[in-house]
C-alpha cells in the first residue's frame, strides 16, 4: 500500500492532569489510575488495529510530584496525594516486527508531539486523536515536499463516535460476525498495560501471554449509521 511495510509507530498522550477540569479526580491518582490506565487504551487499540498484537515490552516510568493541586472549580486548593506513576515510556514489540513507541503522562504543561504517526518503508501515516474518534488522516511518502490529506472511504469521518464500538458489538452478536470491539482485543490491550508497569516496576522485559486477531477493518463505502455491507 501507500505506507509499504510498517517499521514503526508512536503515540504520546501528553497532558498537564485531570485535576485542573475533573470534578473529582482523586481517582486518577490512586491504585488503577494514572495516565496509562486511564488513556492508553484509546492509543493501544489504535496500534493494534494498525500493526497487530504485541509480542514483549519494555519501559521507564516515574512519580514526578509527590502531590498534585486541583484547580478545578469544585475542588480549587484541594491537596491530591499521588500513589502511581504518572509518566510512562513503553516501547512495543508486536509480533510482526514493527516498534511501537507509548507516552502517557499527567505530568507536562504543553506539547506539540503528534498524537499517533505510524511510519513504512515508503512512508509515514499521521492519524488523529484516538480519543476523539474523527480528524484528517495525512500521507507523506519519500520523496514528498509536504504532506496530503488521504481521502476517507466511509462514514464516521468526524464527530465524537464513543458508541460506535458498542453498536459494533450489538451488530455482531445479532448477525454472527467476528466483535471488532472484542474481549480478546480489550484483554489483550489490558495485558499490554500491565505488562508495560510490570517491566516499569522490574526493569525487564516482559513477553504477553496473550494474543488477538487484527480486527477487520468497516467495509469501503459505509455511511454514517452503517455497520454492514
Do not use: C
Not at 88 to 114: K, M, N, R, Y
Request: glycine fraction near 10%; proline fraction near 8%; aromatic fraction near 8%.
Amino acid at each position: 500500500g501507500w505506507l509499504g511495510t510498517p517499521v514503526a509507530a508512536t503515540a504520546f498522550m501528553m497532558s498537564r492532569g485531570p485535576e485542573s477540569w475533573h470534578p473529582n479526580p482523586f481517582f486518577f491518582y490512586q491504585p488503577g489510575g494514572g495516565p496509562l490506565l486511564d488513556m492508553a487504551p484509546y492509543y493501544l487499540t489504535a496500534i493494534i488495529n494498525l500493526l497487530g498484537p504485541v509480542r514483549r515490552v519494555v519501559s521507564m516510568a516515574r512519580r514526578s510530584f509527590e502531590t498534585r493541586r486541583a484547580t478545578s472549580k469544585e475542588l480549587y486548593g484541594t491537596i491530591i496525594p499521588v500513589e502511581v506513576e504518572t509518566h510512562v515510556v513503553g516501547v512495543l514489540e508486536h509480533q510482526g516486527g514493527a516498534i511501537s513507541t507509548l507516552i502517557t503522562t499527567f505530568d507536562v504543561a504543553a506539547s506539540e508531539l503528534p498524537r499517533l504517526e505510524v511510519y513504512g518503508s515508503e512512508g509515514t501515516l499521521s492519524a488523529p486523536d484516538p480519543n476523539t474518534f474523527g480528524g484528517p488522516v495525512r500521507l507523506r511518502r519519500w520523496g514528498a515536499e509536504s504532506w496530503s490529506e488521504l481521502p476517507i472511504s466511509h462514514g464516521y469521518r468526524t464527530g465524537n463516535w464513543r458508541g460506535l464500538g458498542a453498536a459494533d458489538l450489538a451488530q455482531a452478536l445479532r448477525t454472527g460476525r467476528p466483535q471488532r470491539a472484542s474481549g480478546d482485543l480489550a484483554y489483550h490491550v489490558l495485558e499490554v498495560m500491565l505488562a508495560i508497569l510490570a517491566a516499569a516496576h522490574s526493569g525487564q522485559a516482559q513477553t504477553l501471554t496473550s494474543t488477538v486477531a487484527r480486527p477487520a477493518p468497516l467495509p469501503l463505502g459505509l455511511l454514517e449509521g452503517e455497520l454492514d455491507d
